[in-house]
């Protein structure tokens, strides 16, 4: 069996199972259905042999290192959602919270503003929490080159994000 058929075997075996390790971890069942697909997606694309025996270790591995990643990205995303205090005569208290909706669109305005090659780079590695080697696989792209439009990618968006508050 080659390992396209070990992984549909696997995920049809066992994708329930995979699903329900994950959604008591980050508590969200939908997000654990995407980390799933996700995680197969990942294996399918994956050059390298895996023997069958190895694999329930190479998941559950995965599993939890996509769940770790989930979480840094979250508290990354908390960072941004923060409070503003504006400087009133009367009251200095008062304080006003970002919503996660505001950001996402300060992000999508000032991604907007990048060539489309440092904008695709920049969504793989935030959303799809991508690292620049497997950016660079997937896109066929010089390993160097990935690494230089994320860095341009990540000056943009933080410069405008600054300037916004």
């Known amino acids: 069996m080659n390992n396209q058929e070990i992984f549909a075997n696997y995920y049809q075996r066992y994708r329930e199972e995979i699903v329900d390790f994950i959604m008591i971890r980050v508590q969200d069942r939908e997000e654990a259905q995407d980390m799933v697909q996700n995680l197969f997606l990942r294996l399918l694309t994956r050059q390298q042999l895996v023997a069958e025996q190895s694999l329930p270790s190479l998941i559950y591995t995965m599993a939890r290192h996509m769940v770790a990643d989930y979480y840094r990205r979250r508290h990354v995303y908390e960072e941004y959602e923060h409070y503003i205090r504006h400087d009133n005569d009367s009251d200095d208290s008062m304080e006003s919270v970002f919503s996660a909706r505001q950001i996402m669109e300060r992000m999508e305005f000032s991604l907007a ?49 600054r300037a916004c508050v």
């Open 113 to 161: 503003r990048l060539p489309e090659g440092c904008r695709k780079v920049y969504r793989l590695h935030i959303y799809d929490g991508m690292k620049v080697s497997e950016i660079s696989q997937a896109l066929g792209e010089d390993y160097k080159r990935v690494e230089n439009q994320l860095g341009h990618a990540r000056k943009v968006v933080r410069q405008h994000l």
